[in-house]
């Protein structure tokens, strides 16, 4: 029997007065703008992440997980519905200052609401970027609590929201790792004695790059790697925290990227960037860690995605999965607890746009449609970034990334549609095997043109003005200056 959203949660509810037992805590921290090669744990030399590193080694680490598209929202909405950005229709950014007021609309069912019925309180702190005007905000979307800024933080304005009022306007952006995490620690405090779901979207290492003053070094092009030690003692916070409550073997807690990263930051030597369907683009770290249920040192080769964190919960938690539509994430407790599990998947998924584009399966990735350029900006040495910092909210407003600082390859075969690359051997997706393996081609293709089908044709967005404006801060009215 099909249900909507009201009839499931209600059922929901009903279950769980008739169940019993706790499920276990849940944190999940993302990062925004990640690179796959930021972390010393997945071979960055530059960067000091101790805390991670820890993490990984006492838990486990997954070397082929991906987002379902190279942008911030729709990766967001994929880890709070586990569809792709096709079926809960995010596929694009909203934007303050572009005049694009879309969300994540309420037909959706969020992580948040599905842990409801079995006493799970949650809060969301950090980077929503699931719709900004009242109607989306993180409260009408299951989150009993909401702090943050609720978009990227070079859109203005930039203004951390409380719940439904504006809390801070300017924003010291210096201080945002540092306010996210007394938010964090607070609310674990708070909820030691009941589930939680604690959702950490952090803003770093998203542009404009800022670090408090105890974590700024001052050294010249090392504020990425500050960012990142901040990033990685606030991981550290929250670890501690929960060890000094006794809430460790209680608690999964999952660290990951929403997408590929910007100027700055590092692929790890995959091809291409954020924005692109590159593995630069779409390929990202993520950790597990949860003593006495998941292994020390797990490394997990097979592919997973961030559409796979919603199912995976809801089944630890004893929470009914929704049956009324597609949930296109699996459960992959297997592949965190069990050397050698296999993935629950056959094929991934990604698009670029309102498309999909590329099918991954075992070994093998297929470019159906052109993945493009590298996402290198053709920008001089007098280039100024639209978004850049204002100079007021910012520690360091000359020592931003530039477009000369590539994060990812950009060699390798011309891009064109129908590309197919061995990953086990050509992991930066350099050659273009298609003609030798028409096979493998013809079986992927299958697959793709399969979900293709399922893939709605999206209305072009409808910016409220053309280009950006400043945009007035201290309420949600978005007003241009």
Known sequence: ?????????????????????????????????????DLACYGNRNHQTPNLD?????GARFTDCYVPMPYCAPSRASLLTGRYPFRHGMWSNPAPDSGIHIGLSHSEI????????????????????????????????GFDEYYGILYSNDMRPVQVVHNEEVAQYPVVQGNLTKDYTARALDFIGRNRRNPFLLYLPHAMPHKPLAASEEFYSGQPGRLYADVIRE?????????????????????????????????????GGFRGMKSRPWEGGIRIPMIARWPGRIPPGLVSKEICGIIDLFPTVC????????????????????LMTRPGAASPHEALFAMSGPRLHVV???????????????????????????????????VAPYEQALPTQHPGLESGD??????????????????????R?????????????KMDAEAPAFAPIKPAWKGLRNVRGGNLNYEPR
């Open 414 to 435: 011309a891009p064109h549609e129908m590309m197919l690359f061995d990953l086990e051997n050509d992991p930066a997706e350099q050659r273009d095997v298609a003609a």
């Open 231 to 267: 990033l990685d003692w606030s991981v550290g916070e929250v670890l501690k925290r929960l060890s000094a409550l006794e809430l460790e073997r209680d608690t999964l807690v999952v660290f990951l990227s929403d997408n590929g990263p910007w100027y700055g930051g590092g692929t």
């Open 54 to 58: 820890r993490m990984a080694a006492e």
């Open 1 to 37: 029997m099909n249900m909507n959203r009201r009839q499931f949660l209600s059922t929901a509810l009903a279950g769980a007065a008739a169940g019993s037992g706790r499920g276990p805590n849940v944190v999940v921290i993302l990062a925004d703008d990640l690179g796959y090669g």
């Open 437 to 449: 393996n028409p096979g493998v081609v013809r079986r992927l293709k299958e697959l793709f043109d």
């Open 315 to 334: 089944n630890l938690a004893g929470a009914p999965i929704p049956s009324d539509r597609t949930i296109d994430g699996r459960d992959i407790l297997p």
């Open 110 to 141: 969020t992580l948040p609401e599905a842990l409801k019925p079995k006493g799970y309180a949650s809060m969301c702190i950090g980077k929503w970027h699931l719709g900004h005007t009242p109607e989306f905000l993180p409260r009408r979307r």
């Open 360 to 394: 991954r399966s075992g070994r093998w990735k297929l470019h159906v449609r052109t993945p493009g350029a590298s996402g290198a900006l053709q920008a001089g040495p007098d280039w100024v970034d639209p978004r850049g910092p204002d100079g007021l909210t910012i």
